[in-house]
């Protein structure tokens, strides 16, 4: 498993006006961040993946060889090469990968690689077929991740109710100080602009009682005042 991290920083809207309605909105204006947190997360996380744990079962080797150099070129950004595969045919891609080892544990793992790569060409139905294709297992790191990621492809497209509902099923089964805030505050950056201030509120102040390891938790009080 490649161990590349790709350096991505999550943009923080300050208002609501900056969050996802209009022209101006925070989608609009920030394409290519609006996963920011989320691909940041993904990326640490495929990173940390055991690389033995693609070997434990002999029929992933195959699946595994053929994903690594994909994941090289993720790590580097280029995102169309990763997916598609190079001109050598020395990089199959992502997508062939999951097609081709259906089943695998690299299989399974190429869905979520292709969804963030389809994410980053602005071509988010394609992210969330590939992003639901993606079977989570009962961990609370790269499942939850990958569900997140998919809530925030669903803001992308304006199904706001369908986003805070995979935000929240993300949050839930995260548990984890990292993943959890940020979708606590994705979510309630969504609630602003569904005009339900309640519960934007609610997340807003969970994060703050109860996420007090996360950065995040210090940054609170400027939302919650807003809203009171």
């Not at 060889?65 to 050598?88: H, M, R, V």
Request: hydrophobic fraction near 40%; charged fraction near 20%; glycine fraction near 6%.
């Amino acid at each position: 498993m490649s161990k590349n991290n790709v350096n991505t920083k999550a943009t923080q809207p300050e208002s609501l006006e900056e969050v996802l309605g209009g022209k101006d909105s925070f989608v609009v204006k920030n394409k290519k961040a609006i996963m920011g947190g989320i691909a940041a997360i993904l990326v640490v996380v495929f990173g940390f993946i055991a690389y033995t744990n693609l070997y434990s079962n002999p029929r992933n080797e195959a699946a595994n060889n053929a994903i690594y150099p994909c994941q090289n070129l993720f790590a580097q950004s280029a995102w169309e090469q990763a997916l598609k595969g190079d001109s050598t045919g020395t990089v199959v891609g992502f997508a062939k990968v999951a097609s081709e080892y259906s089943g695998t544990k690299a299989g399974n793992l190429a869905n979520a690689y292709a969804a963030v790569c389809h994410y980053n060409l602005g071509q988010y139905d394609e992210a969330i077929k590939y992003a639901e294709s993606f079977s989570a297992a009962d961990d609370n790191s790269v499942s939850p991740a990958v569900v997140a990621a998919l809530g925030n492809l669903y803001a992308c497209k304006d199904n706001k109710e369908k986003a805070v509902e995979l935000l929240a099923k993300a949050a839930k089964s995260a548990n984890d100080k990292t993943i959890t805030p940020v979708c606590l505050l994705q979510m309630g950056q969504i609630y602003e602009a569904m005009g339900n201030n309640d519960k934007a509120l609610e997340c807003y102040q969970e994060i703050k009682d109860k996420h007090q390891e996360s950065p995040l938790s210090q940054q609170m009080d400027k939302y919650i005042e807003r809203l009171k």
